[in-house]
């Protein structure tokens, strides 16, 4: 989970600046946590409510813990659709493709017990907004890397896994020129796994995903969740980024690793 928010808060300067390249301050005063962070926050506090054999009840503690999370901390780079889903009387997906569904999987990952679990619960986290398959495939191959990753496969096992969803036949380098700002799962999800497959470590993870440009905090969201389940997180990245988690959102991870 560490991983996924301090990927937004350290991509969160660079998601209206683009910086096309890994030299850059990786956490400084600009930082801070998006919605990235509060949404993963929410599908982390639904899955410490347990019963996640009972996947309606899941969906049912996502949708109240995003709504709650989501009105407590308004105006951190929220989408329109997903603002007038956090307001709605009776809120219902809108088939989103977007990669709202896939930043915010990370936590199913640590509660699973099997990947057939762990893509169960991130295919239920999803559709309860992103109901578009490709917001579901989205959500499922970022958990299910997680879920490999911190399980012991290594980065064969886990590019497999995610060629099951999108295909990655690009290194970072070949795109970083001509990417730009991409919002959908299909646009997002698999250069943020591609930036964890080329890394060395965690902290490299994060600058290659920022590196690219594009929804910069969502994609180093996403690269950072695979890679701190992969690499573990270094104690002074990791003592740099929590004074960035405010409120509930501490209170929620500090739960949180305490039982995963």
Known sequence: MLGALIGDIAGSPYEWSNCKSKDFPLLEPRCRMTDDSVMTAAVASAVLMGDLENLDAFRQNVITEMRRLGNRFPG???GPRFERWLKAEDPQP???LGNGSAMRVSPVAWAAESLSQCLSLAKAS????H??????AGACCVAGAVYLARTGADKEAIRDHVTRYYPLNFTLDEIREAYQFDVSCA???PQAMEAFLEAADFEDAIRGAVSIGGD???IACMAGAVAAAFYGIPRDIREAALPFLEGEVRNIFDRFIQVY
Do not use: K, R
């Not at 999803?126 to 907004?129: C, H, I, L, N, S």
């Not at 109901?131 to 579901?136: A, T, W």
């Open 187 to 189: 646009g997002s999800v």
């Open 94 to 96: 809108y088939h989103s």
């Open 216 to 218: 910069s905090d969502t």
């Open 76 to 78: 951190l780079g929220y």
């Open 126 to 129: 999803a559709e309860v907004t």
């Open 131 to 136: 109901d578009h398959p490709d917001g579901i």
